[in-house]
Every structure is written in structure tokens, then in C-alpha cells.
């Protein structure tokens, strides 16, 4: 960071093109997708990136995805953001600053394909499939396809049994699913952990339950059993209809 700090901003985005270059060719024809840019924006507008975008503003978004186009044109490029789904006053905040920004980006001809939503929801918040819905109408609009990449839930906004808590985490990441999957823009889903005693929400004292009892984040308990959240995303892929090859 310090290195980037004092460069010029041409020479910060020749850095940053170089390296993209230099990685993304090495592993070309290797992956499925690069996350090329990650969580760039935040409530009003405000530029999260403290390397490049310092240096560059917003168009080292730019740069960015034109350089790994350039090095791997095969491979889907993904631009992913988290905290916009959920009825909670920041992320709504953040959801119209990424709307912005993905005018922005689209209307200059920024090289991104896909947007991926990390889904790291929350049963403390609500979930309006309404307001979800219109802005993957916006994203699908502009020719993007979408992504589902980093899926749990934090439960400790429910109280109860393990098996209520289950059952209100399953049912929100379900109602996610729902809307995101009904578009055949919708590629996949990934999973961020698949058994609770290795998530890193179990490592954030942060996020901590009132009532001591450890958090139920993933599809598997810690004993590896299958939970709730595991039917329901496997209910989701099955019942959805084909994705396009």
C-alpha cells in the first residue's frame, strides 16, 4: 500500500493492469469466474477501495476489468458487493449508491458481465423480494447476468431453539433464492463455509449471540448433518427452471 501511495496515478494503473494481467493469464482457461472487483462502493457514494481508488477514483474499476478481459476473454468477469439486500437503513443506503454506480460503469463500457451478490443475509432484517426484485430487473436490464457468491445467514436475530433458528434462516436465504434464481440470468450459487464450526461468523466476536448459544450460519451443523438452509437451497436448483447453455 505504501508502494502504490507514492506512485503517480498513470503509473497506479499501469501497476494495477499489470498485475491483473499477470495473474489472470496465468490461470486462464482455468477458472469459471473472476471476482475482479470486490465491494467497491458504499453508503452515499462513498469509494470503499483504499489502494487505487485514492489514485483513480472509480475508474480503476474500469481499468481493472479491461485488463482481465484482455488476459482471459473466456472466463465470466464479476463485479461483487455485499450489505444491499436487506431492509436495514445502510444497506438500502449502499443499494442506491451500487444502482449509481452501475449506471456508471455500464454507460461508459466497462467491461463487466456478470454482478455477483455475495448473500451474507441476516434474520435480524427484513427481506423485500419487491425492491430485490427491481434492481435485478435494472442489473438483467443492462445485459448483466447475476450470481449468487457467498451465501449464509446469520441467525442471531432469532431467538429460540436451534431448530427455530434453522427454520428462520432457511426460510430467508429461501426467499433470496427465490427471486434471484426465477432469472435465467442467474448462473449458480456459491456457499461462504458449509458447516457452522468453520464459518467465519464463529469467528467474529462481533457478532456474537446475547444468549451465548454459537451461531448456525451454513447448511451443515457441526457434526456435518444437513440443516434447513441445505433443503432449501437444494429445493431452490431443483425447482428452477433450466439456465441456458
Known amino acids: ?34 471476482d475482479v472487483v470486490n465491494e467497491p462502493i458504499g453508503a452515499k457514494d462513498v469509494l470503499l477501495d483504499r489502494l487505487f481508488g485514492p489514485k483513480l477514483g472509480e475508474q480503476y474499476i474500469d481499468l481493472a476489468f479491461e485488463a482481465a478481459a484482455d488476459a482471459d476473454p473466456d472466463t465470466l468477469r464479476v463485479l461483487n458487493h455485499d450489505l444491499i439486500a436487506q431492509d436495514h437503513w445502510y444497506q438500502e443506503a449502499q443499494l442506491d449508491s451500487t444502482v449509481r454506480l452501475m449506471d456508471r460503469l455500464m454507460s461508459r463500457g466497462a467491461r463487466i ?11 435480524a432484517y427484513g427481506f423485500s423480494e419487491t425492491r430485490w426484485r427491481a434492481f435485478c430487473d435494472h442489473l438483467t436490464g443492462m445485459g448483466l447476468k447475476l450470481m449468487i457468491t457467498e451465501l449464509d445467514v446469520d441467525d442471531g436475530g432469532s431467538i429460540g431453539s ?50 451465548g448459544q454459537p451461531l448456525r450460519p451454513t447448511l451443515r451443523d457441526d457434526d456435518y448433518r444437513p440443516k434447513d438452509m441445505w433443503a432449501a437451497l437444494a429445493s431452490a436448483i431443483e425447482t428452477a427452471d433450466p439456465r441456458p447453455v
Open 113 to 123: 458481465q456478470c454482478f455477483g451478490f455475495e448473500g451474507h443475509l441476516r434474520t
Open 162 to 211: 436451534a431448530a427455530r433458528r434453522d427454520e428462520a434462516a432457511a426460510g430467508l436465504a429461501s426467499r433470496l433464492l427465490g427471486v434471484m434464481l426465477s432469472y435465467p440470468e442467474c448462473l449458480g450459487v456459491l456457499t461462504w463455509g458449509n458447516v457452522d464450526s468453520y464459518s467465519w461468523l464463529r469467528q467474529s466476536p462481533d457478532r456474537a449471540r446475547s444468549d
Open 1 to 34: 500500500a505504501a508502494h502504490i501511495g507514492a506512485m503517480s496515478p498513470g503509473k497506479a494503473g499501469d501497476y494495477l493492469q499489470d498485475y491483473i494481467h499477470q495473474v489472470a493469464t496465468y490461470w486462464r482457461g482455468r477458472l469459471v469466474q473472476w
